[in-house]
């Protein structure tokens, strides 16, 4: 029986759990807190996430990397972006050279602005190994059977199907695709974005505002992209306006209702100290920032979100930032129109 180590017990690791154990494959779960690995082997349930979900017999928990990595064939990262490179770390010792790894966690390191790929492959080492999964993919629907698709690229084709044939099920449908720049662009990009429609909802604006602010955001994700190198089809697919569309309306969106709470008057620390979950798109903001600053590509929503988050500047006068830019082209910085 092929056995899967799934890295991370929070929502999307639960709901990643049950979907393969669900397949009859051999579930080596992680957690970080022991109560969660003890919760899941007596009781078939995460005691703090997706409490709602009966996970397989065949998954099984524990809070020992080096247990749950023993003998795997594959391994499926899903903790937050800001802890990919400490978690990669303590798997280091215990995992074979080419055990192939995918990343679910969307994210820019801070600091290096590596993809989470790039920091696996910093990490790791053996680039070829290495998948990044991302697509409209809500762990509370994913872990209820709601149909859904997403997208796995991976720097190897024979990897990018491995994953494909790994996670495939009649209600959830997997994509491949060779740009992993571009697929982990759009994922780290996008949260940012729907923290700024999250903030649209928090003022009480429209359908008009938010479709703007969504179009808007696609485009100046599309630049960065462009600037990278990355496939400009890629941000049309799942990836790209799918997980936009997904996260920019859904009540499931931790980054929309982030910015929801910051829109109605709330603080980023606020928000934290309410709900101790994690929104990338807080952290996302900066890193995504400075990769425009590196490619000298303007970027002025992401601007603006970080402005609010970080630098104490009121939603008023970012609405006014961004209200008050010169008209342009609508598809200036994408290598199709005269600058």
């Known amino acids: ?3 899967i180590a799934v890295i991370g017990a929070g929502s999307w690791g639960t709901s990643v759990s049950w ?4 397949k009859g494959l051999q579930v080596s779960l992680w957690a970080r807190e022991c109560e969660i690995a003890e919760g899941v082997n007596a009781t078939r349930h995460n005691p703090l996430y997706m409490k709602d979900v009966v996970l397989p017999e065949c998954v099984t928990a524990t809070c020992d990397i080096e247990q749950a990595l023993q003998g795997v064939e594959a391994v499926v990262m899903v903790t937050p972006s800001v802890g990919v490179r400490e978690t990669a770390l303590a ?32 990490v790791l080492g053996n680039r070829s190994r290495l998948a990044g999964l991302s697509g409209p993919n809500h762990a ?8 859904s698709a997403t997208v796995v690229a991976a720097y190897d084709e024979a990897v ?3 994953f494909q044939e790994l996670f495939l099920t009649r209600f959830f ?3 491949t695709n060779t740009d992993v720049v571009g697929v982990e662009l759009c ?10 429609a999250g903030i649209s909802d928090g003022l009480g604006y429209g359908d008009n505002t938010k479709a703007t602010l969504m179009t808007r955001g696609l485009a100046e994700m599309s630049r960065l992209g462009h600037a990278m190198g990355a496939n400009p089809l890629t941000y049309m697919g799942l990836a790209g306006v799918g997980d936009l569309i997904a996260t920019c309306t859904s009540g499931n969106s931790r980054n929309r209702a982030l910015g929801e709470f910051v829109g109605k008057g709330g603080t980023l620390e606020g928000w934290r100290a309410q709900t101790n979950m994690v929104a990338e798109g807080a952290y996302a903001c900066i890193a995504v920032e400075e990769l425009g600053k590196r490619t000298g590509v303007e970027l002025p929503i992401t601007r603006q979100v970080r402005a609010v988050l970080y630098e104490g500047v009121p939603v008023s006068a970012s ?10 082209d609508e598809l200036h910085g994408l290598g199709l129109v005269e600058e």
Not at 19 to 22: E, K
Not at 99 to 118: A, D, F, R
Not at 319 to 328: I, K, M, N, Q, V
């Open 160 to 162: 990018g199907r491995r």
């Open 19 to 22: 979907l393969l154990g669900g």
């Open 140 to 147: 509370e629907e994913v872990g209820r059977g709601v149909p």
């Open 187 to 196: 994922g780290a990009s996008k949260n940012v974005i729907a923290v700024g």
């Open 91 to 122: 798997m280091k010792p215990h995992l074979g050279a080419d055990v192939p790894v995918v990343i679910l966690s969307k994210g820019v390191e801070n600091g290096s602005l590596l993809l989470m790929t790039e920091v696996l492959e910093d």
């Open 319 to 328: 609405e006014e930032a961004l209200l008050g830019r010169a008209a342009r």
């Open 1 to 3: 029986m092929t056995r």
């Open 173 to 175: 449908r997997v994509y």
